[in-house]
Nanobody, 124 residues
Framework: QVQLVESGGGLVQAGGSLRLSCAAS????????MGWFRQAPGKEREFVAG????????VYADSVKGRFTISRDNTKNTVYLQMNSLKPEDTAVYHC?????????????????WGQGTQVTVSS
């Protein structure tokens, strides 16, 4: 059974930065694309960023493009999300997920394993 554990969330002022990590255990996910999603209170879970199995392809939601960077280290079975220039509207619980395919998708239904999430709160 695969487990994904996110860390690195917290409270930050607008304009600040955070780096989220997602550590996988149970088996290697080096052949799976990985993604980050977020869910704010009262809203649906939305796609944030995805990365292919080797890291050669990355995709982002328009709302975070240019501010967030997704990366991965397959030797550590870990995926990262560097978040810069944070805005209050970035406040949400951030979840990492493992795609069923080598290249990332944007739909939640294409992901088979999910972490419990880490809270990110951006104050104005």
């Amino acid at each position: 059974q695969v487990q994904l554990v996110e860390s690195g969330g917290g409270l930050v002022q607008a304009g600040g930065s955070l780096r989220l990590s997602c550590a996988a255990s149970g088996r290697s996910l080096s052949t799976n694309a990985m993604g980050w999603f977020r869910q704010a209170p009262g809203k649906e879970r939305e796609f944030v960023a995805g990365i292919s199995w080797r890291g050669g392809t990355t995709v982002y939601a328009d709302s975070v493009k240019g501010r967030f960077t997704i990366s991965r280290d397959n030797t550590k079975n870990t995926v990262y999300l560097q978040m810069n220039s944070l805005k209050p509207e970035d406040t949400a619980v951030y979840h990492c997920a493992a795609d069923t395919a080598p290249n990332p998708h944007r739909r939640t239904g294409d992901y088979e394993y999910w972490g419990q999430g880490t809270q990110v709160t951006v104050s104005s």
